[in-house]
């Protein structure tokens, strides 16, 4: 068989040509067999190459393998890391690298949804230490940016409708929230400049219609909200000078009509607003008072009622800051009313004793206390309350005859004070006691009581008596018989040097011994 050397068609041996193509040249055995050895060598060569290539294959699969593992491995790592971040109340919370991302994927899907304060929230939980926080930085940067321009949008409505105080908490809401924003701080400045206006406004309608104390309310709200500007607190300055020229007119308007209660009562009422140390009010809360002290005390004056007078300047003098003209006057009346009650008090002591003249001195003393002419007159008329004569001493004949008791029994079984009585002896005799006191011409008068005794109201054989000799003159004798009631007396002393008091003594039988009677409370005074 042949071969045609073109197209390596086998044909036979007796065509001269190739059937296939028509070529006439063949291929020779020598090339047969270089054509064999090439075809074994290139099966040979293709052979190797492709178990290098497979191994090649499976060597880049492994790599990628142990990549993939490594990259599993490190993700797994570096998921589990943690952070810390500033948790509720600013407790350090610990975050990993998971919840890091999840936190991130939540904040973006807010965003897209617009809601960029839940975004924002969720961006706060990303650590700055986060390797990848510049781009939250840039995220939380937007949302800002976002929000800012969605509360300015929502704040310019409220302006528009006149809500500043919704439009100021919408601001203070976002800057809580977000920081400081200088959009939100010129804003806000616009919007308390807008709110100023509209109190002011609200302010001037009030003082056009002289109701100064809504006015001084709206101010003080104004302040409150807005703080303290400059003309706001002037404006309230010039309301509370109108509120106090409105209490200072009303109040002399009622003074001018002697109604000095409700004069007062309006500056009461100033005071409690423009507080206690205000000058004007108290100025004039002077002057209401003065006026009110002068007419008074000069109705007091004209009816010579001095104590009165003097009783009303000092219970209203603190309310007239030691006014000099109120002062000078009430040195006056009390200079008066002091020559009023010597005088009264001397002519009591003629008149009704010494004790009426202390009680009037005392009674000067309640109205001016410590006065020390007053209270030598005291002490002079108290030098005229009674003694007792025994007090004295006697030269007496029969001193033993005589007995004190400090009570005994009247005939009506009262009780008799200070009794001097006789005693008696054993035998039925009647005895005399007599003493004498030098009187020296210092006293005015004697008193006593004169009395028949109670378990001697039925004695009759000796009825006991009682004679006063002043300078050897009897002025009084007395018998105390059975049946006589208590009897006072007095005798006027006046120039008497000596007094001798005689008593009959009491009558006896044996040891048996019964007082008859006596004298009680025998008083001696210098005036009476």
Request: net charge negative; glycine share 6%; proline share 1%.
């Amino acid at each position: 068989m042949k071969e045609c050397k073109y197209c390596r068609t086998t044909y036979e041996n007796n065509l001269k040509s190739c059937p296939n193509c028509g070529g006439t040249a063949v291929v020779t055995e020598k090339e047969k067999v270089q054509a064999e050895e090439q075809e074994i060598y290139e099966q040979t060569i293709y052979t190797d190459s492709n178990k290098r290539l497979r191994n090649l294959i499976l060597s880049g699969v492994g790599a990628i393998v142990v990549i993939i593992v490594i990259i599993i491995i490190a993700t797994m790592t570096s998921n589990s890391k943690t952070y810390t971040y500033p948790g509720a109340f600013g407790v350090g919370q610990e975050i990993t690298v998971k919840e890091i991302k999840d936190a991130i994927d939540l904040g973006d899907n807010y965003i897209k949804q617009g809601e960029y304060l839940k975004a924002l929230d969720a961006y706060k939980k990303v650590p700055a230490e986060y390797d990848k926080y510049d781009k939250v930085q840039i995220k939380i940067d937007s949302a800002v940016e976002e929000y800012s321009t969605e509360v300015i949008s929502r704040v310019e409505g409220l302006l528009k409708d006149g809500n500043y105080a919704t439009a100021i908490s919408a601001l203070d809401e976002a800057a809580s929230f977000v920081g400081n924003n200088n959009v939100f701080t010129l804003k806000k400045d616009e919007v308390l400049g807008h709110y100023e206006t509209k109190f002011l406004d609200n302010a001037a309608s009030y003082i056009d219609a002289g109701e100064y104390k809504n006015a001084l309310d709206i101010l003080d709200l104004a302040i409150e909200i807005i703080g303290n500007s400059s003309t706001l607190l002037q404006k309230k300055e010039d309301v509370l000078s109108l509120y106090k020229a409105e209490f200072l007119a009303r109040s002399t308007k009622h003074s001018d009509e002697g109604q000095y209660t409700e004069a007062l009562a309006i500056l009461t009422t100033a005071q409690g607003i423009f507080g206690l140390s205000d000058s004007d009010v108290n100025a004039k809360m002077i002057e209401v008072h003065k006026t009110k002290v002068v007419e008074k005390t000069s109705e007091y004056e004209q009816a010579e009622d001095y104590a009165t007078a003097i009783q009303y300047i000092e219970q209203e003098l603190s309310h007239l800051n030691n006014d000099t003209q109120v002062v000078e006057k009430l040195n006056a009346y009390k200079a008066i009313y002091k020559e009023q009650v010597l005088s009264e008090a001397a002519n009591a002591l003629e008149r009704d004793g010494y004790a009426a003249a202390i009680n009037i001195v005392n009674t000067g003393l309640s109205i001016l206390s410590d006065d020390h002419d007053l209270e030598r007159a005291r002490d002079e008329y108290s030098t005229y309350a009674p003694i007792r004569i025994w007090e004295l001493g006697s030269f007496s004949i029969d001193e033993n005859k005589t007995v004190f008791t400090s009570e005994l029994k009247d005939n009506y079984g009262g009780i008799q004070s200070n009794v001097i009585r006789t005693t008696g002896g054993l035998m039925p005799t009647e005895r005399v006691a007599i003493k004498d006191f030098l009187l020296d011409g210092q006293y005015s008068r004697l008193e006593g009581t004169i009395f028949r005794s109670y378990d001697g109201r039925t004695e009759s054989r000796n009825d006991p008596w009682i004679r006063i000799i002043c300078d050897g003159s009897i002025v009084f004798e007395k018998s105390i018989a059975v049946g006589k009631d208590p009897e006072k007396f007095s005798i006027d002393l006046t120039g008497i040097r000596i007094v001798k008091i005689a008593m009959s003594t009491t009558y006896s039988f044996l040891s048996e011994t019964v007082d008859i009677g006596g004298v009680a409370d025998l008083l001696l005074y210098k005036k009476w």
